[in-house]
C-alpha cells in the first residue's frame, strides 16, 4: 500500500509539467501581442520626449533636449508633487476604509460573503466616467452630502468640497477603493482562524493580536492593494477636472492638455516618461519586496 503513492508521484508530475507547458503556450500568443505594443508604445513616446514640432503644432522626429529640461521647470515638479501626495493620501485612506470591510466580510460573512463581495465589485462595473459625474454631483454644493452636514451643523453655506483637493481625494478614493478590497478580502480569506485564536491566547486583546497577527499575516495583500490604488490615482485626471479647480490639477492632467490643447506633443511625451518612472519606481519597490517576503517564507 505505500508503494501506490510513491508510485503515482512521477505520473502526476508528469500531468502537472504538461499542463504547465499547455498554460504557457496558451498565454504566449496574448503575451506577446501586449508586450509588442507596449514596448512599441514607449519607444513612440521616448522618441517624441526628443523631438520638435513645426509652426503648427505639428510634432516632428529630431534630437532637442528642451522638453526634458522643462520638466525641471518650479510648474510641472510642482504639479508631479501634488500628483505624488494625492496618490499616496488616495492609498492610505483606501487602506483606512477598505481594511474594516475586508475584514468583516471574510471572516464574519459567512455563507453571505460572496454576495457581499458581489454587492461591492457590481456597481464598479458602470463606465468610470459616469461613476465620477454621479459623484460630482453627491459633493457638490447643494449636493446631498453637504446639505446633510449642513443639517447637523458640521458645516456652512461657505463649506465647499468641490474645487479643492478634498474633493479631488475623494474622487480617487471613490474611484479605486474597490482595488484595495479584493486583494486584502482575498489574503484575509487564505487566513488561518487558529493563528489569529492563538494570538489571542499570546498578546491577550484584539488590538495586539490584530497588529501582530492579522496585519503581518495580510501584508503582501495590502501592499498588492497599495499597488493597485497607487498607479491609476497617480495618473488620474478625471477626479481632478471634474473636482478640482485650476490648483489642483495633477499630472495626468497636463499630459492631457498637452497633448489634445497645447499641441505640444514632445513636451506631453516628456512628461509621460516621467510619470512612467515614477511608476516604474513604485512597482519595483512593490516586486522587491514581495520576492524578500517570499524568501522569508521559504526558510
Known amino acids: 500500500m505505500a508503494l501506490l503513492p510513491r508510485s503515482a508521484r512521477p505520473?502526476?508530475?508528469g500531468r502537472d509539467t504538461t499542463g504547465a507547458r499547455l498554460w504557457t503556450w496558451l498565454m504566449l500568443p496574448g503575451t506577446l501581442w501586449m508586450t509588442a505594443f507596449l514596448i512599441a508604445s514607449l519607444l513612440l513616446v521616448a522618441v517624441l520626449a526628443v523631438g520638435t514640432t513645426d509652426a503648427l503644432g505639428n510634432p516632428r522626429f529630431g534630437f532637442d533636449l528642451g522638453s526634458?529640461?522643462?520638466?525641471?521647470?518650479?510648474?510641472?515638479?510642482?504639479?508631479?508633487?501634488?500628483?505624488?501626495?494625492?496618490?499616496?493620501?488616495?492609498?492610505?485612506?483606501?487602506?483606512?476604509?477598505?481594511?474594516?470591510?475586508?475584514?468583516t466580510i471574510a471572516l464574519h460573512g459567512?455563507?453571505?460573503?460572496h454576495a457581499l463581495i458581489a454587492a461591492i465589485v457590481v456597481p464598479f462595473f458602470a463606465n468610470y466616467l459616469v461613476r465620477m459625474y454621479g459623484w460630482s454631483v453627491v459633493l457638490s454644493d447643494d449636493g446631498p452630502l453637504l446639505r446633510a452636514l449642513r443639517a447637523v451643523g458640521l458645516a456652512d453655506d461657505h463649506t465647499k468640497i468641490l474645487n479643492t483637493g478634498v474633493g479631488v481625494v475623494a474622487g480617487l478614493v471613490y474611484g479605486f477603493v474597490v482595488f484595495m478590497i479584493i486583494p486584502l478580502y482575498a489574503a484575509l480569506e487564505r487566513l488561518d482562524v487558529s493563528l489569529i485564536e492563538a494570538g489571542r491566547d499570546?498578546?491577550?486583546g484584539p488590538v495586539r493580536t490584530f497588529f501582530f497577527v492579522t496585519l503581518p499575516a495580510t501584508r503582501q495583500g495590502a501592499a498588492a492593494g497599495l499597488v493597485l490604488v497607487f498607479l491609476p490615482a497617480m495618473g488620474d485626471f478625471v477626479s481632478a477636472q471634474l473636482m478640482?479647480?485650476?490648483?489642483?490639477i495633477m499630472i495626468g492632467n497636463l499630459i492631457q492638455d498637452k497633448f489634445f490643447?497645447?499641441?505640444n506633443w514632445p513636451l506631453g511625451s516628456a512628461l509621460t516618461m516621467l510619470l512612467m518612472l515614477v511608476l516604474l519606481v513604485g512597482m519595483f519597490g512593490y516586486l522587491r519586496r514581495t520576492r524578500k517576503d517570499e524568501a522569508e517564507a521559504a526558510r
Open 11 to 13: 505520473r502526476r508530475r
Open 68 to 103: 526634458v529640461r522643462a520638466l525641471a521647470d518650479p510648474a510641472y515638479t510642482e504639479v508631479l508633487a501634488r500628483s505624488l501626495g494625492y496618490a499616496v493620501l488616495t492609498c492610505v485612506i483606501c487602506l483606512l476604509i477598505a481594511y474594516p470591510v475586508a475584514y
Open 110 to 113: 459567512g455563507r453571505y460573503k
Open 202 to 204: 499570546l498578546y491577550g
Open 244 to 248: 478640482g479647480g485650476p490648483d489642483q
Open 261 to 263: 490643447q497645447g499641441q
